[in-house]
């Protein structure tokens, strides 16, 4: 099993915004939600993590390769900041161990002839279809 990565926290940058949705006078007053922001490729990640992190088709990464995540689930500013760390983490993670490489593998002898039979059966079927022949 690969060791986990450790993001070092100075390469991210975190903001506190105000969080939208219900939360009374309070979402108005108070900057609870956290906006982070991840630069993948000015990263200290390993190259190959940093290339399976730019591929993923996920749209919260720009075209610039920026990975931008926003927590306002929680009403304190401090489970929010949690929250993303934790979620970035988690992304991190998912692609810290190479795809497995696939290996080809042919047909089986039965399964072979089994596909072989269906087709003749069916061709015969297709044939008797056909007009009767003026013989």
Partial sequence: MTA?????????EV????????????????????????????SSLPEDVK??????RDSRITQAGVLVLKAQQHRTQEMNRLDAFSRLHELVQSVARPPRARKATKPTFGSRQRRLEGKSRRSEIKAGRGRAGLD
């Fill in 51 to 56: 290339e399976r992190l730019l591929a993923l």
């Fill in 15 to 42: 903001t506190a915004i105000r969080a939208q949705g219900a939360g009374g006078q309070n979402v108005n007053k108070v900057s609870s939600a956290i906006h982070l922001r991840f630069d993948i490729p000015a």
């Fill in 4 to 12: 986990a990565l450790v993001i070092d926290e100075s390469e991210v």
